[in-house]
């Protein structure tokens, strides 16, 4: 049995989507959270950046003596690197590798939509994983950015006439690509898989493709002997103001904050330099 | 006659609003406009990290052998202090006083919405900033989160129903409490000049702060004795990916990117170590 933390990490606050399962699922597991709150969103970023922040950030939480590492962030996932992985201290899983085995068992029809930021769509990353699994599956992409801050404002209700006409404009192109599954590639997007749902509906399967991660961490850890008896304590970091944090934090979890929140200054970690010093 | 570039800044492409009009009213004068694309949007950040950042803004600019420094940012100058003010080694000014000013003079009722990002609001500086003016003057404030990322994904035509009810999401409050006058106080926002005023049916008088603050800056250099009669050159510098900028640029310019577009590292910028020195 092993006592030490789950790391979990986000570039904000969809990663407490993966929190939410992982409490369920898991629940004797003590968890740490990082979300960059002062750098939010990664999305819109370079590729260089995105990397040099995960780096940051996984940094950060291998600090905190964890056990294992999950990159519960959809652009993240996209840009790490097997240089990123080799550098890392301690097991780690990402999104990409679990919701496209989770997409390719799934679909029937081999037409895969994917729905992500842009960077994570740029990427190809969901392409990459998913050509290694199957070459015959399609993959049909659609960037949605406005997706992240509509779920951050809290307008995810089924009645909301704003999202709703969001979510058509987005999805009517893969709607007409006949897809059969659809891979929802960032962490914020459950909260909208109602809305999703009905407009497709109820005809598309949804990866949720936090939740998938979080069901292969979990099997990892069992696998390597480190699963935990703890009380299932969780603590979160964020880079941003804290009150901000725990008034939001709840539309992620579904319930609210259930563990100490702290403030860290992010750029200033030393992590970086490690990384200069080892690439 | 003072060739020196005049600086504007701001936290991602907003400021563009305000070059454009530095361009139609001033178009002798070469400018050195700074995007922070990299850590965009300030607009959520915490008080703390909006004045490290734009601190670090300042100097990269003041290294640029500017003669005048611009914030075109509602954030940033909603943020800015005195000990800010101090330290610049050149004349500035931000978006708050001269809008204020704008909407004092502009408004009958004396009540003056405001709408601008959360941290912005938040800040209290167009309550202070209007309380000086008149004090008899109403500031009645919405925060509009959404209009940042709208307009940065171009959705701004009339036609367009999501941002048509965004607007109205926003705004209604407003109507109903009757106001004259409206500052639009972040700089993404003149772009949605054409569908806020038809919310309002064309009653409301709207400040284009980012405007405001260019007239105010080009008077001050003509009594200062720095007007430019230079070529009327743009240099851009951006703190992430370049091709995204100039891909995006030209919707706030209202004309394609007409000077050179560097890309720099902001936070390895040595501003922070002086602002920490310093203060």
Redesign the interface.
Known sequence: MDKRAIGVFDSGLGGLTAVKELRRIAPQENIVYFGD????PYG???PE?ILKYAWQDACFLMEQNIKYLIAACGTVSSHVDETFRAHLDVPFCDVIGPASLAAAKGTKTGRIGLIATAASIRSGAYDRALAAIDPSLQVLPKAC??FV??V??G?FQKDC??TR??VE?YLAPLKQQKIDTLILGCTHYPLLAPLIDEFFEGQVLLIDSGRQAVDTAVGDIAALGLSGDGKGESTYFVS??MD?FVRNAGLFLGAPVDGTVHEIDI?QFEGVKVWKKRS
């Open positions: 709150t002062a750098r939010v819109s970023r370079g950046t950015p406005l801050p509509l951050e404002q307008l006439e704003i006409l969001t404009m941003d103001d901000s750029e």
